[in-house]
């Protein structure tokens, strides 16, 4: 009887694997955008790995710090020894789900609500806020643009330069996903 229960959800375990919707890349784009009187400052990282599961809803982004590019080399050494300190911190992750059921095999746009842990510079914090999935030929197409407070992830900003790098940072997420 053992063998026999064993059996079943050994199968029904690979059943639902070969059937599991999940996309990934990890050449999605995460941009940041700074913006004050002074001086605008704007930074690419073209690296981005991105998980997402359509049967759960779960999604899972993550970068590498040091991939972000400045037009400046000298901003980006300020980024990644300075403010993000790269290597105590080399990663900035989100895990978390969105809030509506998709369809990868019907194209179609969703607006949903993407709530998650947002880890930033070793401060891990609860967040929520509206992004866009696309199904479109097989692929899906995440899109989101969120604020990030550099206090709220103790990204502590030198007095010399406070007036150079805004408070609020705008983020912006995109990825073309493939199925696994």
């Known amino acids: 009887m053992k063998k026999i229960i064993c059996s079943a959800l050994l199968i029904s375990?690979?059943?639902t694997g070969t059937y599991a919707q999940k996309f990934?890349?990890?050449k999605g784009t995460t941009q940041f955008y700074s913006s004050t009187p002074v001086e605008d400052i704007k930074a690419t990282n073209k690296q981005t790995s991105a998980l997402l599961n359509t049967d759960d809803k779960s999604l899972v982004c993550v970068m590498e710090n040091t991939k972000f590019i400045f037009p400046k080399s000298l901003m980006?050494?300020?980024f990644n020894e300075n403010y993000m300190e790269s290597t105590k911190y080399p990663k900035s992750t989100f895990t978390g789900t969105y809030d509506q059921k998709i369809d990868a095999s019907v194209n179609g746009k969703y607006n949903v609500?993407?709530?998650g842990k947002l880890s930033i510079h070793g401060v891990l914090k609860s967040?929520?806020?509206p992004a866009t999935i696309e199904v479109k030929n097989g692929q899906i197409i995440g899109h989101c643009v969120f604020k990030v407070k550099t206090k709220d992830?103790?990204?502590k900003i030198p007095t010399l330069v406070v007036a150079k790098v805004a408070?609020?940072?705008q983020v912006t997420i995109d990825f073309i996903a493939t199925k696994m």
Do not use: A, L
């Open 153 to 155: 992830y103790n990204i």
């Open 167 to 169: 408070e609020d940072i």
């Open 113 to 115: 609500t993407v709530s």
């Open 76 to 78: 980006q050494e300020h």
């Open 13 to 15: 375990g690979m059943v």
């Open 127 to 129: 967040v929520s806020m």
């Open 24 to 26: 990934f890349t990890n």
